[in-house]
């Protein structure tokens, strides 16, 4: 059985003072989850949100982080540092980065390869444009990323590793994939992954991320391949996140 896993994903959203007053508020709703539940915030908001966070079941995530361990790169965060702030999870190839910052399969691997070796659980996302889903390249495009992005990693690593499947076409844009297009395309990335990495596949968790919320979440949760939700939007605020981590209206 895997473990489901909501992770907020809150962008260039929340400074520190509204990061903290954030999970001030989200701590005592998500106590009980029987889910792991992550939130991956903005650098600048680390400390704030561990000194919160501390001693709960609430784990921390960064949204991006660079393959070398140190050097020349400008404005780059290295999975050292990541650690030492108390991050778990770190996003990886998310859309946003893919289209706006350069981020291409190969680099989201090289990510992928010195995140895992760090101990950070990756959190690699993956997904179809419009475009690509009209013209019948849907399955192909995902199976291709995902294969790409894992690539390097022993099948034991693969096991550990969270993928989020997020139609580019609905993020943040209010479209939901249908529960039966999010669970039969998590189906495909999770053959994918077991064509090279055998019954690994069987223990990696997929989750669903593309205008997730309390209103949807109930049935894309109940679909028998989808392992959890990465929430943008409706992780910004405490009551919508937390009934998603119940898998609730
Ligand atoms: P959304 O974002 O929930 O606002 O659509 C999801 C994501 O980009 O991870």
Redesign the pocket.
């Known amino acids: 059985m895997r473990k489901p896993i909501i992770a907020g994903?809150w962008?260039m959203n929340m400074t520190p003072s509204e990061a903290r007053k954030l999970v001030t508020e989200l701590v005592p709703l998500v106590r009980d989850a029987a889910c792991d539940v992550v939130v991956c915030t903005p650098a600048v908001d680390f400390a704030a949100v561990n000194e919160v966070i501390k001693g709960t079941n609430v784990k921390l995530g960064a949204e991006n982080m660079h393959w070398e361990a140190s050097g020349a790169f400008t404005g780059e965060l290295s999975a050292a540092m990541l650690k030492e702030s108390g991050v778990e999870y770190v996003?990886l190839g998310?859309?946003?980065r893919r289209q706006y910052f350069g981020e291409t399969d190969a680099t989201v691997n090289k990510r992928v390869l010195a995140a895992v070796k760090a101990g950070l659980t990756p959190i690699i996302?993956v997904g179809e444009k419009k475009e690509d889903r009209e013209a019948g390249y849907t399955n192909a495009l995902v199976s291709y990323q995902t294969l790409i992005a894992l690539s390097g990693l022993t099948a034991d690593e693969v096991k550990r590793v969270v993928i989020?499947y997020?139609p580019v076409w609905?993020?943040?844009?209010g479209l939901t994939a249908t529960d039966e297009q999010a669970n039969e395309t998590i189906g495909v990335i999770r053959e994918a992954v077991r064509s090279v990495y055998g019954d690994a596949a069987d223990d990696v968790r997929i989750q669903y991320?593309?205008?997730?919320?309390p209103a949807n979440c109930k049935s894309l949760m109940a679909q028998p391949e989808i392992d959890g939700g990465?929430?943008?939007?409706?992780?910004l605020k405490a009551e919508d996140f937390s009934k998603i981590v119940h898998f609730d209206a």
């Open positions: 994903n962008k996003i998310h859309s946003e996302c989020a997020e609905a993020i943040g844009t991320g593309g205008s997730m919320k990465l929430i943008g939007g409706a992780s």
